[in-house]
């Protein structure tokens, strides 16, 4: 049974710092690309970040680029997320998933995914 779990999320003030983390099992965590998404109130979908295989190879969204930064653990078959300088329009809930193969690295369509998570909320507010 495929599962993507995320944690980590929170409420934090404008300029805080929160880690998010996805645990992965049921699949070959390490074989496939893995990315974070994000989506506010009345929002679509948003592409954060996507991470390669090796961990070495990655792609940020505009907004993240220089604030946020994606890592994983293929031993542990875990994807993090580390959010920094976060902003009130970071207030989103913040899902890990599993790239198709062959798919955009930027992909913003969910159909694009195969695996997700439940989501965990972030709250940047004052």
């Known amino acids: 049974q495929v599962q993507l779990v995320e944690s980590g999320g929170g409420s934090v003030q404008p300029g805080g710092s929160l880690r998010l983390s996805c645990a992965a099992s049921?699949?070959?965590?390490?074989?496939?690309?893995m990315a974070w998404l994000r989506q506010a109130p009345g929002q679509r979908l948003e592409w954060v970040a996507t991470?390669?295989?090796?961990?070495?190879?990655?792609n940020y969204s505009k907004f993240a680029e220089g604030r946020f930064t994606i890592s994983r653990d293929n031993a542990r078959s875990d994807l993090s997320l580390e959010m920094n300088n976060l902003k009130p329009e970071d207030t989103a809930v913040y899902y890990c998933?599993?790239?198709?193969?062959?798919?955009?690295?930027?992909?913003?369509?969910?159909?694009?995914?195969?695996?997700w998570g439940q989501g965990t909320q972030v709250t940047v507010s004052s």
């Open positions: 049921g699949f070959t965590f390490r074989s496939r690309n």
């Open positions: 998933a599993s790239l198709r193969p062959d798919k955009s690295w930027s992909s913003k369509k969910r159909d694009d995914y195969d695996f």
């Open positions: 991470l390669g295989t090796s961990g070495f190879v990655n």
